[in-house]
């Protein structure tokens, strides 16, 4: 079984930046899309950001303008880039590939934006 490993997450301040990275344990196929997700405490999972196998995009409101989603196919890495980051910001961040046959999630890294 293909397990996802996040990375990149940490502290950081007010209008920083971070570069958050999915890296698979193994190959994987027939992807229909990747993408990002998070959970603050006490709040339901959301979207952040996902990127269907055709280039289409889905932002939340919430980080559109601020967020960049991208994918190294050769090397199925999928990586999130976030500017300006708010205290708002605060979750733990998942990712996601989605197949044919199943949804693959990592086990979350934790972005904390505090002053």
């Known amino acids: 079984q293909v397990q996802l490993v996040e990375s990149g997450g940490g502290l950081v301040q007010p209008g920083e930046s971070l570069r958050l990275s999915c890296t698979p344990s193994g190959r994987v196929f027939n992807i229909n899309a990747v993408g990002w997700y998070r959970q603050a405490p006490g709040k339901q999972r959301e979207l952040v950001a996902a990127m269907s196998i055709r280039g289409n995009l889905s932002l939340a409101d919430s980080v559109k303008g601020r967020c960049t989603i991208s994918r190294d196919s050769a090397k199925n890495m999928v990586y999130l880039d976030m500017n300006g980051l708010k205290p708002e910001d605060t979750a733990v961040y998942y990712c996601?590939?989605?197949?044919?046959?199943?949804?693959?999630w990592g086990q979350g890294t934790q972005v904390t934006v505090s002053s």
């Open positions: 996601n590939i989605e197949t044919a046959t199943y949804d693959f």
